[in-house]
């Protein structure tokens, strides 16, 4: 397997602290800066080391003229190549896709706990992308222009209604827009037959399952799977989205991943998923 510039950002502590460094892994279609509205900053200033990467062919890292011949084990190396120069073993942050790098790192015990936000099923993506195409036929085609850095306002439309909720700002959704970026088809058919897949025994790792109530990508049915997986903490945002990273719901989000980081540190007893849903407020 080629090994390639990764790219990464990196938001250092104000001081110097002992809590592990994090590592943030992006979704499909974007790169590492759609962590560096919010997440980033947030959590370095609450004493935590801040790492993101560009996966190979996005943002700022090498493989864009081989993107669709990209697979996740190519994305995983990339992750692994990150987590080694760390030199420490980072706790795990991962989005959509993102978030099944982030399994991928947990299952060969590499990080010291995961966060898995708006994850991909165990069995894969197919069946929410069937459930998107009835919903919204034009959403393929729209993502497909916004790659090409052509979007107007039926474009927009169609983004906030499957990533974002109602009462979602126009410049928020227009931020992401910004941010569409090409996918490996490759890596979309292997998230699709992820069903194929042998899901390996899971190790004992702490783990916190995030999920927005209105996700119309992968809704909280989907998402208590992988919690139910893990044996993990699931949190189900109110009214969130999809892209819930970057609309007003970010904050609630954080303060969930926070709360759930200090309680490791205090080593206190981790709640595990007893229940179909919960909700975390500030």
Do not use: N
């Amino acid at each position: 397997m080629v090994q390639r510039r990764v790219h990464t950002l990196h938001h250092a502590p104000a001081t110097p602290s002992k809590r592990p460094p994090l590592l943030f892994v992006h979704g499909g279609y974007v790169d590492a800066r759609c962590w560096q509205a919010h997440f980033l900053p947030y959590f370095a200033s609450r004493g935590f080391d801040c790492y993101a990467l560009d996966l190979s062919g996005h943002g700022h890292s090498e493989g864009r003229a081989s993107l669709d011949t990209l697979s996740l084990d190519d994305y995983l190396a990339d992750v692994l190549q990150v987590v080694a120069d760390l030199g420490r073993t980072p706790v795990v942050i991962g989005h959509s896709m993102g978030a099944f790098l982030a399994e991928r790192v947990l299952e060969q015990s590499l990080a010291s706990a995961g966060v898995l936000m708006s994850p991909v099923p165990p069995h894969g993506t197919l069946e929410s992308a069937m459930t998107l195409l009835i919903r919204y036929p034009r959403f393929l085609r729209e993502v497909s222009r916004m790659t090409r850095g052509a979007f107007d306002s039926d474009g927009l439309r169609v983004l906030k209604e499957v990533y974002f909720t109602p009462v979602t700002r126009p410049e928020v959704v227009l931020r992401l827009a910004q941010l569409v970026q090409p996918e490996s088809l490759r890596a979309i058919c292997d998230m699709a037959l992820l069903c194929w897949r042998w899901l390996p025994k899971v190790p004992d790792r702490p783990v916190l399952v995030v999920g927005g109530e209105l996700d119309a990508v992968f809704p909280p049915h989907m998402v208590r799977r992988v919690a139910r997986r893990w044996q993990a903490e699931l949190q189900i945002i109110p009214d969130a989205g999809h892209a819930m990273i970057l609309d007003q719901h970010w904050k609630v989000c954080a303060t969930c991943i926070l709360g759930w980081l200090e309680r490791l540190e205090r080593r206190q007893p981790m709640t595990q998923f007893a229940r179909d849903q919960s909700h975390c407020l500030i």
